[in-house]
Nanobody, 120 residues
Framework: QVQLVESGGGSVQAGGSLRLSCARSRYTCMGWFRQAPGKEREGVAR????????DYADSVKGRFTISRDNAENRVYLQMSSLKPEDTAMYYCAARIGGTCGLRKSDYNYWGQGTQVTVSS
């Protein structure tokens, strides 16, 4: 059974940093999404686990970094210079085979989410 488990969420002041972690099996690509109350779930970043190729939403470029540790079977989202508008539930997502970007429909598997709250 596929299982994605996120960790690392919490509360931080604006300008601070957090690192999210997702435990995984051997997927082709993995992504981080977020959903704020009353808003659609949006793609934040994705990584191909083999090549390490990454892509980011414009809103987080230069502030967030997605990375993977294949030996540890984990994917990370390092978030820096956090803003109140980054407040959301963050979800880890994964896909086996094919290609993936930052659309929800690109992914087959989802975690339960971890809350990130940024105060001003």
């Amino acid at each position: 059974q596929v299982q994605l488990v996120e960790s690392g969420g919490g509360s931080v002041q604006a300008g601070g940093s957090l690192r999210l972690s997702c435990a995984r099996s051997r997927y082709t690509c993995m992504g981080w999404f977020r959903q704020a109350p009353g808003k659609e779930r949006e793609g934040v970043a994705r990584i191909y686990t083999g090549s390490g190729s990454t892509d980011y939403a414009d809103s987080v470029k230069g502030r967030f970094t997605i990375s993977r540790d294949n030996a540890e079977n984990r994917v990370y989202l390092q978030m820096s210079s956090l803003k109140p508008e980054d407040t959301a539930m963050y979800y880890c997502a994964a896909r086996i085979g094919g290609t993936c970007g930052l659309r929800k429909s690109d992914y087959n598997y989802w975690g339960q989410g971890t809350q990130v709250t940024v105060s001003s």
